[in-house]
């Protein structure tokens, strides 16, 4: 189902995915299609996209959306609908105080959404109980920019890349996570090939294509390793001394603390786990280099010890007077498209809007009398761990959800699905209907998605940019900020919501920012607070700060030396390396770590609708060490159980020597809308950095054990049908023509016939293709109408799965034919084709649909090597660009 089309001209916009920023020129080709591309104006991007923008025309139908408002899962009016949310927030906060309600709030909303939810929370209500899935992401960095900076600051820009001599990649996998920001690293490396790039982390991961050395440090190390780098650069003399005395503080505690835990390379090396001769190759080119710029994401913020990560980062910057400067500075690549513009407006429990801290008197003072109220909070509100327990426990009774899936995302998500389950009042605004989170609300109002949105975001260098709409609201839908300022209105408070349009929140959050200001607060765009209606409309994207009326941005901060601390020196802060809060033991002796993989976003809502970004990885995987793998018995491709402390999941097993001894890798993304038993979070450990409140994402203590099932199987329908929540593993795969179901269980099913017709929403008057061997466990059917397949089935006994189960590409190939010959019904009960199918191999390619032995097969027969060449033969790596160090290591394998 989509939605219709009525603009004849490109509409410029913005990329909802990571926090690169890309802008997007968006235009229609067909009534009811569009297509997108990278728009070459861009400062961010320059037209290039990746898979996942590339994608985006797949993801703007209705299928799967929220249209109306629902109480208890029946439709309502809009005027009933917040009502009731208004009217159950100020019962609650009547009975119980303003600490008994909470808005849990995302980085997917835009920057307008969050300053109103922000002003509704901690101006109106009075409570600071608002945090955000951005504390998932970037909290650490935000503590350590406060802490050494005095202010959440990025200092530098994406064009730093471009000047640096070398840049450290720390916890990052930006080739898949972040990757225009990794091709503009790419291209900058082929310009300049003197330039340098080290990758900090523990697994051989996609981003290691360009390194010029790859330290696989233990999970854990990084303040170890910085503080070893301090202290070696203090050793050596390669301190920046006139820049400590001019324009730093603490200088003398932090080189003790780093001094005392890393006395020398050896005791470094032997405490990460990596080689002592490489560790001090890589102290040599920093303190060699002054052009360093070190790139770093969620292996460092998403940790117990995040934000001293971040700090002993910074502390090697600023002992070396590298920040603020073209090509160099310590540089947070945040992971959404707007939690920078989140922390803008103070979308953290423990933060005022304008980058106003909570903890200052002066600056709750001058946010009241900004809004007009008579206080804000003076304490911090719950952050996003212990605010889902204080749900658990009853202490916070009603939630309202925007614009994110925790019943996903968070750790120990089993707890927070049953801390929402019995919450008292659970609202959720969101675009898609059926998601575990909405699954468990008692009120479901439907908010605008990407294409319908109207406001601006921020991305990882502080560029505003614009999201313009391009299609019509969806059914009923409603922005954000309307819904939030609607309910705002109904609770009383009417006198501080009654915004004309998008634009006039924009105003009010320009004006705040520059409202007593005087310099003493980085985050200032006050002079865009007077913008018009078509301004705002037409306006370009830009960096943060903007203070006069040229409206020219700034693209670095610093540069003078001052800081926003009150002595205006920026602060070195002693840090000490401590363990993660739960280790391996002999129940639980691997470490669990989870992240994003190439082609999909967060919980898929948005990419699961799209068929190409399922071509690379289609289903729920764990990766470990080959040497792991003998030991706990696992096979490629075969499915194995994970256990934790916290809860369990089935995952296929991807055996690697590119994941380090001793620990396995789970992406984050699968959920119950498209698997059963594969939410990684439900294992995560929920401990959290106890001055940001971050959770430990990246080091859970787990066990491993293959799954061994009674049978396994496949289906393929042209309609999607209802999971079997029974069968222990089955995952939903979208497909040209039709969804794949990958299944797999225990349950002895004694009528295979009769759980055919079941699965497969049909019934024996229709035509059906039937062939059993009970005594072997074998089962195939086909359900036919008009002589089109609409559905089969392919049962087996557990065996090896290449084997036993029919080629998944040549059935689907069965989907696009309106009629079947008889050769083809025959090869139906078969179970393979009566023609020869060549094999392609998993796909590398998604954007062209490239598989991996063709590929090998241009390297080995062809001789080609180089991606240039794969590239011209095969057109591989040539639209997005996002699998080119895949390529790369093809090359380097088989060349």
């Given amino acids: 189902m989509t939605q219709a089309q009525h603009f004849d001209h490109e509409v410029r916009t913005t990329c909802p995915y990571c926090g690169v920023g890309c802008g997007v020129l968006v235009s229609q080709i067909t009534e009811g299609g569009i297509t997108v591309k990278g728009d070459v104006e861009h400062p961010a991007n320059y037209g290039r996209l990746c898979s996942k923008g590339s994608a985006l025309a797949d993801t703007v139908d209705l299928d799967g959306r929220l249209l109306v408002p629902k109480i208890a899962g029946e439709q309502v009016s809009w005027d009933q609908a917040l009502d009731t949310v208004a009217r159950k927030f100020k019962s609650i906060i009547e009975q119980h105080g303003p600490d008994a309600v909470a808005f849990y709030v995302s980085g997917q909303l835009l920057t307008e959404d969050y300053y109103v939810a922000n002003k509704l929370m901690k101006g109106f209500i009075g409570s600071a109980n608002i945090d955000t899935n951005s504390r998932l992401c970037m909290a650490s960095s935000v503590a350590g920019h406060r802490r050494a900076f005095g202010g959440d600051i990025v200092p530098g820009c994406y064009e730093d890349l471009e000047l640096a001599d070398l840049i450290v990649l ?105 080689d002592a001769a490489d560790l001090a190759s890589f102290y040599q080119l920093f303190a060699n280099t002054k052009k360093v710029v070190s790139v770093y994401s969620q292996g460092v913020n998403q940790s117990s010890s995040g934000t001293d990560k971040v700090n002993s980062i910074i502390n090697c910057h600023l002992a070396t007077g590298r920040i603020g400067q ?64 204080a749900i658990d426990e009853g202490k916070v009774k009603a939630v309202w959800i925007m614009a994110t ?19 008292e009042c659970v609202v959720v605004s969101d675009c898609i209907e059926k998601t575990d989170t909405t699954a468990c609300a008692d009120i479901l109002l439907p908010a605008t998605g990407w294409a319908e949105k109207d406001g601006t975001v921020t991305n990882s260098e502080r560029r505003m940019s614009r999201q313009n709409k391009f299609m019509p609201a969806a059914g009923e839908a409603k922005h954000d900020w309307w819904i939030i300022a609607e309910v705002a209105k ?111 976003w967060h919980t898929m809502t948005r990419t699961g609708k799209s068929v190409r970004l399922f071509s690379h990885k289609s289903e729920p995987y764990c990766e470990i ?107 939903r795969v979208p497909e040209k023509n039709c969804y794949r179901y990958e299944l797999s269980g225990n349950d002895i099913i004694a009528d295979w016939h009769a759980y055919s017709r079941t699965m497969l929403q049909a019934n024996d008057d229709d035509d059906w293709l039937d062939y059993s061997d009970k005594a072997q466990g074998w089962y195939r059917s086909a359900h036919l109408k008009n002589g089109r397949l609409e559905s089969c089935l392919y049962i087996a006994p557990n065996i090896t799965r290449e084997k036993s189960l029919p080629e998944r590409d040549w059935l689907i190939e069965l989907f696009a034919k309106d009629q ?76």
């Fill in 170 to 274: 720390v916890g990052s996998n930006a080739a898949w996570c972040h990757p225009i920001v990794y091709q503009r690293i790419v291209k900058a490396k082929e310009e300049r090939p003197e330039l340098k790039v080290v990758v900090l982390d523990p697994r051989k991961t996609a981003t290691c294509a360009i390194a010029d050395l790859h330290l696989p440090l233990r999970i854990g190390s990084d303040v170890m390793l910085f503080n070893g780098l301090l202290n070696f650069l203090r050793r050596e003399d390669h301190l920046d001394f006139n820049y400590l005395e001019n324009h730093t503080e603490g200088f003398s505690a932090a080189m003790e603390a780093a001094r005392q835990s890393a006395p020398s390379i050896q005791a470094v090396a032997q405490a990460c786990d990596i």
């Fill in 625 to 731: 060490n080959s040497s792991d793998a003998e030991d706990y018995g696992l096979t490629e491709g075969g499915l194995s159980r994970l256990q934790s402390q916290w809860g369990e999941m089935l995952a296929r097993v991807v055996v690697t020597s590119d994941q380090p001894q001793g620990s396995v890798f789970v992406p984050m993304h699968w959920n119950d809308q498209f698997a059963n038993n594969a939410r990684v979070d439900t294992l995560v450990n929920p401990a959290v950095d106890p001055v940001s409140g971050q959770p430990e994402l990246k080091h859970t203590p787990v066990k491993i054990m293959p799954y061994t099932s009674l049978w396994q199987g496949v289906i393929l329908s042209r309609e999607e049908i209802a999971q079997d929540e029974t069968v222990d593993y089955l995952v």
């Fill in 326 to 389: 073209p090509g160099m500075g310590p540089f947070s690549i945040t992971g959404q498209p707007n939690a920078m513009g989140g922390r803008e407006v103070g979308g953290l429990a423990n933060q005022l809007a304008a980058h106003m801290n909570l903890e200052d008197e002066k600056h709750r003072d001058t946010v009241a009398r900004f809004w007009q109220v008579d206080s804000v909070p003076d304490k911090a509100g719950l952050k996003a761990v212990d605010l889902f327990d």
């Fill in 490 to 600: 109904r609770m009383g408070f009417a006198q501080g919501f009654n915004y004309e349009n998008v634009a006039s929140v924009f105003r009010e959050h320009a004006a705040l920012s520059a409202f007593e200001n005087n310099n003493e607060r980085g985050f200032d765009i006050g002079a865009m607070s007077g913008i018009s209606n078509s301004g705002y409309d037409e306006m370009l994207p830009i960096q943060w700060p903007v203070k006069d009326d040229e409206k020219i941005g700034q693209a670095r901060l610093f540069e003078e030396g001052s800081f926003y601390t009150p002595s205006r020196r920026a602060r070195f802060v002693a840090v000490t390396p401590i363990a993660p809060v739960n280790l391996a033991s002999a129940d639980y002796p691997l470490i669990l770590n989870t992240g994003r993989v190439r082609d999909q």
């Fill in 405 to 423: 899936n925790p019943v996903v995302s968070m750790p120990n998500a089993n707890k927070v699905k049953h801390a929402l389950e019995q919450c």
């Fill in 820 to 895: 079947l010959n008889d050769s083809e019904r025959m090869s139906l009960l078969a179970g393979k084709s009566t023609t020869p199918r060549k094999n392609v191999g998993r796909t590398v390619c998604s954007c062209l649909d490239v598989g991996e032995k063709t590929i090998i097969e241009a390297i080995t027969n062809d001789k080609i090597d180089t991606v240039k060449g794969l590239g011209e033969k095969l057109k591989a790596g040539t639209n997005c660009g996002s699998c080119l160090p895949e390529l790369d290591a093809l090359i380097k394998k088989y060349a």
